[in-house]
């Protein structure tokens, strides 16, 4: 008997069950993230225009959004850089947008 959502392969043997897959608003996040710097503007517009909500909503999705391991599995660079990013913002104690850091002006 195979375990609930797993699939048997042509072999006859167990697969491993489907990979969980990011939601199509949390891969626009992370594309969204690996881009931003390339659209002129500020980021807090960008983000308001492309995604309908708040720079503070988008921050708190995108803090939760890095620390899932599907989304470390589907954009590991862009998922690393920004745990790098907000490490750096923890330990020097600066408040604010730890994972985006709007307002800098320079490029990820």
């Known amino acids: 008997m195979l375990a609930l959502g797993a699939s048997a392969d042509k072999a ?3 697969m491993e069950p489907p990979e969980p897959d990011l939601s199509e608003r949390s891969r626009a996040v992370l594309e969204f993230e690996r881009t931003w710097w ?7 517009v960008a983000i308001r225009e492309r995604f309908g909500f708040s720079g503070t909503k988008y921050y708190r999705l995108l803090n939760e959004l890095i620390d899932d391991p599907v989304a470390l599995d589907h954009d590991p660079l862009t998922v690393r850089r920004l745990r790098r990013r907000r490490e750096l ?3 020097s104690g600066v ?3 730890p994972a985006g850091h709007p307002g ?3 490029q990820p």
Do not use: D, L, M, T
């Open 104 to 106: 800098s002006g320079s």
């Open 89 to 91: 913002f923890r330990r």
């Open 38 to 44: 390339q659209i002129p503007g500020a980021k807090e």
């Open 12 to 14: 006859g043997g167990v």
């Open 95 to 97: 408040r604010g947008h």
